[in-house]
Structures are given as structure tokens and as C-alpha cells.
């Protein structure tokens, strides 16, 4: 089973700053299963990249993703007021199927 | 719009049983991949299972510490999914967020979610 580890656990960082948070695999996949979401308090999570690098419908280009094998990144350019959330990773296996998280990363204002 | 509508979550006493449904509206039902996710008071997201389409099978799959107690079911004349859950444990206390997967790969549609309390 592949395990995924976020890191920071949180980033504290001011609006206008760039936001680089890591997803780490226990093993290598294809970027094609890697995913990350948004969910800010009470609500739903909220898909951002999907693909590794692919932004979701509607989602802003400050948005980005990155990465290969082992190693994830998602990439926030300029911090709006907004983007202070958590972010999770998201693994999907095809043999057996599963779906796994990460931990997630809580970026707060600073 | 794409809608995702979870109903039935409750307060219920271990061991018990409970089902959750799923109203889906603002796309083709039918085609889509439906998941369940839940999420633990301050905890993280675990996906709990699925039903794939029926054009794919139609089959489900679970999660470990669920298999074998719940079940994962879908009416596409209704545009609904269904969480059956049996043998009910306090560690299943969470809210449940009913999901849609286009691609199979990730979550693109969420629900609300329903919130699911299992304790004595």
C-alpha cells in the first residue's frame, strides 16, 4: 500500500508570498493517479490539479502542480486571502483499487 | 449544476446499522464513478468505497476497515447512490462525503457532507 507524506505539517506564510507544499510517496506511481485538493473549515474538500500538473475547471493559474515518480508539488505563485486552507494529496491505485490521502498540509496566514 | 445531495446521517449506538443516501443532479449520473469519503472530527480524508458505472461493471470495492460491513450501492433511474453501513464502530464516527469520480482517477464532484455519530 502506498502511504503519502505531506509536508509541512503547516506552512505559515503572508498573502503575496509563493506556497511550495511537498507530497511524498512511499513508492513510485504514475503522476497520471496524483491529485490535490482544497477544503477550507466546514466544507468540502475541492479538487485543484488532477494529473499531477492539470488545473481543475475554474481554477485559478496561480494554481500549479508538479512532479514525477516519488516526489509532488503544489505550487501557489501569489497568496491570496482565499487560498488559507488545508491541502491534501491524492493517490489513486488501480490494482487493488484504492484511493489514498495524505496527512495534509494546513497553510495559515502569518 | 453539478449537485450532490447526502441524506440519512444520524446518531446511532455501536453496532448498529445505518444507510446513507446520495441525490445527484447537473450531470449524466449514469456514467460516472460514485465514491464514498469521510473525514474524522480534526482528522484527515479516507475514502471509504465505491460503485463503478455500470458500462464499467458496475462493481464496488472497499476500503479495509470497512470491508465486509458496508455496502456501496446505485439506482441510475433515481440518480442515487447508497451507503449501507453495518456493525457500526465508534471509529466510524465521521462526516460522510458522498464524491463522483469522471476519469476514475480522482474526486471531481463533492457533496456537503452527512454527519455520522457512533456512540453508546
Known amino acids: 500500500e502506498i502511504v503519502l507524506t505531506q509536508s509541512p505539517g503547516t506552512l505559515s506564510l503572508s498573502p503575496g508570498e509563493r506556497a511550495t507544499l511537498s507530497c511524498r510517496a512511499s513508492q513510485s506511481f504514475s503522476s497520471a493517479y496524483l491529485a490535490w485538493y482544497q477544503q477550507k473549515p466546514g466544507r468540502a474538500p475541492k479538487l485543484l490539479i488532477y494529473g499531477a500538473s492539470f488545473r481543475a475547471t475554474g481554477i485559478p493559474d496561480r494554481f500549479s502542480g508538479s512532479g514525477s515518480g516519488t516526489d509532488f508539488t503544489l505550487t501557489i505563485s501569489r497568496l491570496e486571502p482565499e487560498d488559507f486552507a488545508v491541502y491534501y494529496c491524492q493517490q489513486y491505485n488501480t490494482s487493488p483499487p484504492r484511493y489514498t490521502f495524505g496527512q495534509g498540509t494546513k497553510l495559515e496566514i502569518k | 449544476e453539478v449537485q450532490l445531495v447526502e441524506s440519512g446521517g444520524a446518531l446511532v449506538k455501536p453496532g448498529g446499522s445505518l444507510r446513507l443516501s446520495c441525490a445527484a443532479s447537473?450531470?449524466?449520473?449514469?456514467?460516472?464513478?460514485m465514491s464514498w469519503v469521510r473525514q474524522a472530527p480534526g482528522k484527515g480524508l479516507e475514502w471509504v468505497g465505491r460503485v463503478k458505472s455500470k458500462i464499467d461493471g458496475g462493481t464496488t470495492d472497499y476500503a479495509a476497515p470497512v470491508k465486509g460491513r458496508f455496502s456501496v450501492s446505485r439506482d441510475d433511474s433515481k440518480n442515487m447512490m447508497y451507503l449501507q453501513m453495518n456493525s457500526l464502530k465508534t471509529e466510524d464516527t465521521a462526516v460522510y462525503y458522498c464524491?463522483?469520480?469522471?476519469?476514475?482517477?480522482?474526486?471531481?464532484?463533492w457533496g456537503q457532507g452527512s454527519l455520522v455519530t457512533v456512540s453508546s
Open positions: 464524491t463522483g469520480t469522471v476519469g476514475g482517477r480522482h474526486f471531481e464532484y
Open positions: 447537473g450531470f449524466t449520473f449514469s456514467n460516472v464513478w
